[in-house]
């Protein structure tokens, strides 16, 4: 028996699974609570739509920058102390962005970016090591820790914003309790030797794989459910106050849409797997995802209704493009590849989506051509789920 395995008896794992889901709650938290208070953060500081888009843009691009860099932090470091440096970083990105400065709260909004980006691919790989046959079960407790500790912090943000003498300075550096948690039972991990080295590179079959029609189809189908997720996720609640939700309510309802959204990772999980064609699931969740922005577009009064089914056909959608990358692939190489390919464009065309949508907003002055367009993206996404999902590999 290794040294590894000895540490990783049933106490050890009991506080790695702690730490792994402690991680998550950080993956997009810190994120997704900036959206209640966008509104006060553009009256304060006098900033357009467009520059307050920015602000879910910018951890985007980090995350389309720095994934590909992100293995191999991992061969030369460790992937323990990896993790431990990624949560440094976004833990000094919060703490940044709360101080006050407008220009800090910027730079805080990328620096943290850049840790959650690190995290986001490291993660699923400890997944993959060190609980090969738990893989399933971890994501869906991965995805349910994740959703409730952003819909914590969603329905949290205004209270605290609004408490005398408080502004949304404070309910920023709320959320730095997550990391600091994440940091404080990750710190036993530190003391594991690291793993064998693995020679396999990434770069393998990767000139192919960008070649590959199929590999546009399921680039295509995550980059447009990422776009549409994080342009509702981001002015959602700038959407319901223009319908006359009140500040308290619309960062309630932006909660709801977090938890709902991590409901797919336990029914989805393991059904995705067992089936060979996935089409009618791609189609589905995106027309769904469509019925919902519609809803909210024309019906906003059900406005519960339908954040609620936008969450979670959004996060079904967001889950099954992340299942592409790997049932679409014939071996690790070039899932790996594919993984590269799909979140570098994905999450770039995603980073486009808020600021446009800002800009459109203070064009028009409403948000429904916003909705509008996000709706019929959501048709191109059925179109190609429909290619994506069909049983084939590259």
């Not at 793993?195 to 189809?217: H, I, N, T």
Request: hydrophobic share 55%.
């Amino acid at each position: 028996m290794t040294v590894r395995e000895v540490i990783r008896t049933s106490s050890g794992q009991g506080l790695l699974i702690l730490g792994i889901l402690l991680i998550a709650s950080t993956l997009r938290t810190p994120i997704t609570s900036v959206a209640p208070m966008l509104g006060m953060i553009r009256d304060t500081n006098g900033i357009s739509a467009t520059e307050a888009g920015m602000l879910m843009t910018l951890p985007l691009l980090a995350f389309a920058a720095i994934s590909p860099f992100s293995a191999g932090l991992a061969r030369r470091y460790g992937i323990e102390k990896s993790l431990f440096g990624a949560l440094i970083v976004v833990a000094t990105g919060i703490a940044l962005r709360s101080s006050g400065p407008i220009w800090a709260l910027f730079v805080g909004t990328g620096t943290l970016g850049t840790g959650i980006a690190v995290a986001n691919v490291l993660l699923p790989s400890l997944l993959k090591r060190d609980f090969p046959d738990r893989v399933a079960g971890l994501t869906g407790a991965y995805a349910i820790v994740s959703g409730l500790a952003q819909a914590l912090a969603s329905t949290a943000a205004i209270p605290l914003a609004q408490l005398p003498g408080s502004s949304w300075h404070l309910a920023l550096a709320g959320t730095l309790i997550f990391p600091v948690a994440a940091l404080i039972v990750w710190i036993p991990q530190l003391q594991m030797p690291a793993a064998p080295r693995q020679e396999a590179s990434s770069m393998d079959g990767r000139g192919y794989v960008w070649r590959s029609a199929l590999a546009w189809q399921v680039t295509g189908f995550l980059g447009l459910t990422s776009l549409v997720f994080y342009v509702i996720v981001g002015w959602l609640p700038s959407i319901l106050a223009e319908a006359s939700y009140p500040p308290a309510t619309a960062g309630s309802l932006h909660g709801l849409c977090q938890l709902a959204i991590a409901i797919p990772g336990l029914l989805l999980g393991t059904v995705v797997k067992r089936m060979k064609d996935q089409r009618a699931l791609a189609v589905g969740v995106a027309l769904t995802t469509c019925l919902a922005l519609l809803g909210l577009w024309q019906i906003p009064a059900l406005a519960a209704f339908w954040v609620a089914l936008f969450g979670f056909s959004a996060g079904a959608a967001f889950m099954l493009g992340l299942s592409f990358v790997s049932l679409k692939a014939s071996h690790a190489q070039e899932a790996a590849a594919l993984s590269g390919m799909a979140q570098c464009l994905g999450y770039s065309l995603a980073a486009a989506g808020p600021p446009l949508a800002g800009l459109a907003h203070d064009r028009t002055g409403n948000w429904s051509f916003v909705l509008g367009a996000c709706a019929v993206a959501t048709l191109l996404m059925a179109v190609l789920g429909s290619l994506a999902g069909r049983a084939r590999t590259i």
